[in-house]
């Protein structure tokens, strides 16, 4: 089975789907992060700094990472995320803005040439990114918004991006018509509630996934771009 573990920024996909990859022995995949990628391809800017056309082919890689990703796998497995959320996130800054902080407390952003442009070039992203999603996933578990986001300094959302991301997602999904279930509560509340839906047989027990998970969660380098740049350099 390939499935995808859904839901916008800090609901929680990360270490959900950590936790149920070694619940079931399913192995897990993901897209390389915007903190690993901006060093890389746009150095020493931050995220909130970038413009349209950077934006443009900063997911673009994301998305071409996820299938890479995903290919190595043939057997099945979990993804924290999928290519139907990196067009999404691009598609909400059309309402919001490229620097959606920036309009944080406007009802709506200016339509400029460059983002008639970016919204143009969004549309035609959403044909191979849906076209994949759809030939990629068999189901789709979504963790709904239930506590609020965490400000880690580096990415520019707020709550209004949050919830205009989650709308786009589940419509795109209904649009799909690709099975999903909507997954709440406590780590160990959805890793129960999962299992009983797919019928998975566990590889062990719901406490060691978890610790197993936040101790590979505790390995993630968090820092953000500008930090991880030296590195790079080096």
Not at 23 to 32: D, F, H, K, N, V
Not at 122 to 134: F, G, L, R, S, V
Request: hydrophobic share 40%; glycine share 6%.
């Amino acid at each position: 089975m390939n499935l995808s573990i859904s839901g916008t920024y800090s609901v929680g996909k990360t270490l959900t789907s950590m936790a149920l990859a070694h619940l079931t022995g399913i192995p897990r995949t993901s897209a390389p992060t915007m903190r690993e990628l901006l060093p890389i391809s746009l150095p020493g800017k931050t995220l909130e700094e970038c413009n349209g056309a950077e934006l443009i082919m900063l997911i673009t890689r994301r998305i071409q990472g996820r299938a890479v990703a995903e290919s190595h796998l043939p057997n099945g497995f979990i993804s924290d995320g999928s290519a139907l959320h990196e067009w999404s996130y691009a598609t909400v800054r059309v309402k919001v803005g490229i620097n959606p902080n920036e309009s944080v407390d406007l009802d709506n952003v200016e339509m400029t040439d460059e983002v008639r442009f970016y919204a143009e070039v969004m549309k035609q992203i959403a044909i191979p990114a849906k076209q994949h999603t759809k030939q990629s996933y068999d189901a789709f578990v979504h963790l709904p918004i239930e506590f609020p986001i965490v400000e880690d300094g580096h990415r520019p959302v707020n709550e209004r991006f949050r919830q205009l991301a989650e709308e786009l997602l589940l419509k795109t999904l209904e649009e799909l018509e690709i099975p999903v279930h909507v997954v709440g509560g406590t780590i160990p509340e959805r890793l129960a509630k999962i299992v009983d839906i797919f019928g998975f047989t566990p590889a062990m027990s719901i406490e060691e996934a978890i610790d197993r998970a936040e101790d590979e969660y505790s390995k993630i380098d968090t820092r953000n771009e500008l930090e991880r740049l030296a590195d790079v350099a080096a």
